[in-house]
Structure formats: structure tokens, C-alpha cells
């Protein structure tokens, strides 16, 4: 989709940048980064599994819906790059039509089926902007619920780390008006939807950050068999299983048994065990 503009607006006149500051490769670099981080934080904080299951699923979901977003509103609204002009190589003489003082495509002699031309008027909003804060955002998420960034203990240097992956997102965007690539607007709007999906994701894996067991990942919302991979204890050493009640089973959150005397240890297995409660 193509909108009209105006021939004379300054803000689509700037030259074509032929190369990038973050071309597409870096760009999946940069993506990926997000990745490694969150499976660094496992190695250092909770060396689990179930941890590293939910936090890669959520980081590859945030992606898919941030990037499925982007691509159908910069289809949809075909707003123009800064350097449209330049792709556009209008003709002549061109002056805006009236009454409205707007042009269509019209008045460009460069070929307007090609792929560099359809990419001019692709600016709003930036997926640069979007993918990174997606992926980079959930990687400070994560970081933050790992180290109980809101647990009202102030330690700086714990803020430092959780932010700094959100500065490699900021770079990247401000890359995007160096190359004339987009206007401040389309970086804004890309980081904001690429946070909030980061955020929405991470909330479906993971409790609020100001939880006391913000390191620890929900439960499963599907029982599962006794012989797959469990969820990693909790701080108090209980863990979550299916105990039988009089609805069939629940997940609940359970503590190993402990004999009490020589009697109960001679009658019960150390195996065995006692529910606390359903979660919240």
C-alpha cells in the first residue's frame, strides 16, 4: 500500500544510504543475543531445564507475534521512508496536485513493482526497533526476576544488568535515523510494541517481578507423567506434582516427607509425600 505525500515535505528528502549501521545480518546477531543471554542467566542463576524451556519459548513467542505485527501494520499503512524521495526519483518539474497539495506514485519514474521501492514506503513502524525489544526486552526481564531486582534491596549494579541489554535495543533504533531508515516516531512506536510483547510473554511463563519466587517459572498448566523432567524445587525445597483429590488430580505444590520417629519411618517411605495447597 502506498500513500500519497507531499513532493515537498523535508522529511522524506534525505539521500539513500547505501550501507547499513546494523544491516540484516547483524540484526539476526543482535536477535540471537537475546538467546544467549537467557541461556547464560540459566547456567548462572537456576541451571534447570523447566527454566530454560519456558524462557526460550517465551523469547521465540514474543517473537513470532512481535515480528507478525510489524510486518502487517508496515504493509497496511505505507507510510514513507525518510530517503522515499530517493527511490522515488519523481519527475521533473512535479508539483503537488490540488486542492490537497498531495501526489501518488504516480509521479515517480523508478519502477515501482521492485522490492527497493516497496521498502520506501515501509516506515512505520520500525522492525529493527520492534525485534530487538522483543528479544532484548525479555532478556531484562528475565534477568530481573532472576536477581530480585524489585525485592527493595537497593543494589545498583543489579539495575545496571538488567538494563543493559535494553541499551543494545536503543542503539540498534537510533541506528535506524542515522541510515534514514525512519523517523523518530517509527523507533518509538517499534520499541513500545516490542516491549509489551516481551512483557505479555514473560508473564505467561514467568510471576511478577516484585513475586518473592520471581526466579522460579509456573508450574505446568498440563499434568504431566512422573517419568518426564520436573520443575525446579522453590527457595522452601517444594516442588510442584499431580496429587490425587476428589476432582481427580491437581497440580499442587508439595515438601518430601519426613518421619517424625523411628514408628513413621518404619511405616512410611521417604518417598512419600504431603500436598500444601492448589497455587494461586
Given at each position: 500500500h502506498f500513500n500519497r505525500f507531499d513532493i515537498n515535505d523535508t522529511d522524506i528528502q534525505y539521500p539513500f544510504e547505501g550501507s547499513e549501521v546494523v544491516p540484516t545480518i547483524l540484526l539476526g546477531v543482535v536477535i540471537l543475543s537475546g538467546y544467549v543471554i537467557i541461556g547464560i542467566g540459566n547456567l548462572v542463576?537456576?541451571?534447570?531445564?523447566?527454566?530454560?524451556?519456558?524462557?526460550?519459548?517465551?523469547?521465540?513467542?514474543?517473537?513470532?507475534?512481535?515480528?507478525?505485527?510489524?510486518?502487517?501494520?508496515?504493509?497496511?499503512?505505507?507510510?514513507?521512508?525518510?530517503?522515499?524521495i530517493?527511490?522515488?526519483l519523481p519527475r521533473e518539474g512535479t508539483e503537488n496536485a490540488k486542492p490537497f497539495g498531495l501526489v501518488d506514485i504516480s509521479v515517480c519514474t523508478a519502477d515501482s513493482t521492485s522490492l527497493f521501492f516497496k521498502e520506501g514506503a515501509r516506515s512505520f513502524f520500525s522492525g529493527h526497533a520492534s525485534l530487538t525489544a522483543a528479544s532484548l526486552g525479555f532478556a531484562s526481564l528475565y534477568l530481573a526476576g532472576k536477581l530480585h531486582v524489585?525485592?527493595?534491596k537497593g543494589y545498583t549494579t543489579k539495575v545496571w544488568l538488567v538494563f543493559t541489554p535494553l541499551?543494545?535495543?536503543?542503539?540498534?533504533?537510533?541506528?535506524?535515523?542515522?541510515?534514514?531508515r525512519h523517523h523518530w516516531e517509527d523507533v518509538t512506536v517499534g520499541m513500545l510494541v516490542g516491549l509489551l510483547f516481551a512483557y505479555i510473554f514473560y508473564r505467561q511463563f514467568y510471576p511478577s517481578l516484585e513475586d518473592p519466587e520471581s526466579h522460579i517459572p509456573f508450574p505446568p498448566?498440563?499434568?504431566?507423567?512422573?517419568?518426564?523432567?520436573?520443575?525446579?524445587?522453590?527457595?522452601?525445597?517444594?516442588?510442584?506434582?499431580?496429587?490425587?483429590?476428589?476432582?481427580?488430580?491437581?497440580?499442587m505444590l508439595v515438601e518430601p516427607w519426613r518421619p517424625?520417629?523411628?514408628?513413621?519411618?518404619?511405616r512410611q517411605s521417604p518417598h512419600d509425600t504431603a500436598y500444601i495447597g492448589r497455587p494461586s
Open positions: 542463576f537456576l541451571r534447570s531445564w523447566w527454566d530454560l524451556h519456558h524462557s526460550m519459548l517465551g523469547v521465540s513467542v514474543a517473537l513470532f507475534f512481535t515480528g507478525s505485527i510489524t510486518q502487517a501494520v508496515r504493509i497496511t499503512v505505507g507510510r514513507p521512508r525518510p530517503d522515499f530517493s527511490r522515488c524489585f525485592n527493595k541499551f543494545g535495543s536503543i542503539f540498534v533504533s537510533i541506528t535506524r535515523l542515522m541510515d534514514h498448566r498440563i499434568p504431566f507423567e512422573p517419568t518426564t523432567r520436573e520443575p525446579p524445587r522453590r527457595q522452601d525445597n517444594r516442588v510442584w506434582k499431580r496429587v490425587p483429590d476428589d476432582e481427580g488430580e491437581q497440580i517424625t520417629s523411628d514408628l513413621e519411618a518404619g
